[in-house]
């Protein structure tokens, strides 16, 4: 105890192993309080710029006006991961730790999907939302063909996807993958899902006609964050556009088209006007709102797919028709949340893989 100080309250440290709703934080916003001991502080401006100050003590995390700092565990983690839905009891073992900093780029992938998915939403990262993030984009990457885990997997098959695997967590999260094992998950009911099976194939008993029952209300599903998707698109549209620029590209021209069309989405981006009001004045219906909250949400969508095709192309040459798709579904999905007319009256469709 320092001479001629009273002794108050002593802070707890957060631990990075702290037992809470749905795992350990990977990350967190710091507030007031100090880091944990070993975690790496990130400060974002108000722009989304992100810096990684140098560690020495508490007051590295300090922020400037305008600034919100986080610290987040590089790890190593290991969580489970369910690759196909329909065969839950079959999964993978995944440890993986967070990059560290790269001096070549301007921003770090994990600050920016620390910044664009989760800052705005909550104030901390548990392990299990992160895995359920995780588990989604490899079930999306499967479905959409750019990652391939066929059954009865060979060597060689295995070691395929393995690297899709790799550079998919790389460049849709920012972390890196040190460990990736096929498990059987020890707590699925194996019996109680045969027991399922066998009773959805058996004909249904013929039952005494129930009581009449009023009818049920549909459950409505619930909105789309608008707000949650446009804050995505606006921060990672440039950032995709660089990581475009970094891939080879077999016509310049062609290239080059799909550079400015981004640019355009990004511009559409920053110009799209507020859900709530369709002129001064005029507020937007309740089923109009949802309507082009569901078409942010799917622009959202689409810059997912982006990411991942981006991700197949570093591994295998090919041409750019795939880009040319999701950026065209990307566009037209903007155009519907800024309620072009021509974007709802059934004219346009979402172009299909």
Known sequence: MTVGHEPGPRRREPSLHGGEAGGAPVAACCGDAAPPAGATVVVFGADGQARRPAAFGARATMAGKGETAWW?????????????AGAPELGLRLAFVVDAADPRLARQRFDLFLFSEVAGQCDRLPLGDLAGRIELALRAALDQGTLDLPPCTS?????????GLDELLYMRFGITVDD??????????FAGMLRGRAAESMPPRPAEPPEPLPPPVAARPPDPDDAAALRRL?????????????????AFALRQALLQRLALAALDVNTMPALAWSAPGHARGRDEQRRLGGASAAAARALDELWAQFAAMKRTSGDDTELERIVANLAFHLAGRRADAAAGTGERREIAP
């Open 72 to 84: 987040f565990d590089s790890g190593p983690h290991t969580i489970g991961l369910v690759p196909f």
């Open 234 to 250: 606006f921060l990672e549209l440039p950032d995709a556009a660089r990581a475009l620029r970094s891939l080879p590209a077999p």
């Open 155 to 163: 060597l060689a098959e295995w070691n395929a996807f393995r690297a």
């Open 180 to 189: 990736c094992v096929p498990v059987e998950l020890d707590d699925v009911d």
